[in-house]
């Protein structure tokens, strides 16, 4: 079975861009949540969905935005970049509760010049 | 923030020898402790889990130790290979507090080991 996958894989942006970032959840999997991870540090929680509803938010900035769509398939947004948002921006499914397992995607790697 | 530490920071260990890294949290209310194993340019993968009503859980090589009331849990690879270099983060679960029964998991920051032929 396919694991998560996340597009686009690299990006490149310059400073006060906007960006979309995709996710589709492993086959089955209802729930996604969004992690950023700087170089050097472990994954900082952004936003969890689940069944289409926000269920969690970490301490980001509004310029940081999210959604779930019917297929359970997710997107990341960030507006107005900043050089700081430059990281891995990692993806990670459960199969039903936010409270399982969750498993992560290759990540999509953001470069804000 | 919940905080989960995590110790060493880097860790050299001969081929064959005992890995060991440790990590520490102050919120009782965390009830699920992962281990993920990271390679450079990819996404963490579960290695193993625990929960707290359990004090060691074994797969393979690879062992989690868990001490409720000291509230401290331990990741032992044993027989390490250099194929096991990589960067190894714990995890812990814990319900969003002001959110719609959300979880989240807090992360440690990594320990990068490096086992040596």
């Known amino acids: 079975d396919a694991g998560v996958t996340q597009s686009p894989t690299h990006l490149i942006k310059t400073r006060g861009q906007h960006v979309t970032l995709r996710c589709s959840p492993i086959?089955?999997?209802?729930?996604v949540s969004w992690y950023q991870q700087v170089l050097g540090q472990g994954p900082q929680f952004i936003f969890q969905?689940?069944?289409?509803?926000?269920?969690g938010r970490g301490n980001f900035p509004d310029r940081f935005s999210a959604r779930q769509f019917p297929n359970y398939s997710s997107e990341l947004n960030v507006n107005a970049l900043l050089l700081g948002d430059s990281a891995l921006y990692l993806c990670?499914?459960?199969?039903?509760?936010?409270?399982?397992?969750?498993?992560f995607g290759p990540g999509t790697r953001l470069l804000v010049l | 923030q919940q905080q989960v530490k995590q110790s060493p920071q880097s860790l050299i260990v001969q081929k064959g020898g005992i890995s060991i890294i440790n990590c520490a949290y102050e919120?009782?209310?965390?009830?699920?402790f992962p281990w993920y194993q990271q390679f450079p340019g990819k996404g963490p993968a579960l290695l193993i889990a625990?929960?707290?009503?359990?004090s060691e859980k074994k797969e393979g090589r690879f062992t989690i130790s868990f001490n409720k009331s000291a509230k401290q849990f331990s990741l032992h690879i044993m027989d390490s290979q250099p194929g096991d270099s990589a960067t190894y983060f714990c995890?812990?679960?814990?319900?969003?507090?002001?959110?719609?029964?959300?979880?989240?998991?807090?992360f440690g920051k990594g320990t990068s080991l490096l086992v040596t032929p």
């Open positions: 086959s089955g999997h209802k729930s």
């Open positions: 969905y689940y069944e289409k509803e926000e269920r």
């Open positions: 990670a499914s459960s199969l039903r509760e936010p409270r399982e397992t969750q498993y």
């Open positions: 625990i929960r707290p009503d359990v």
């Open positions: 919120n009782t209310a965390f009830d699920y």
């Open positions: 995890a812990a679960n814990y319900l969003l507090s002001n959110s719609n029964s959300g979880y989240a998991l807090n």
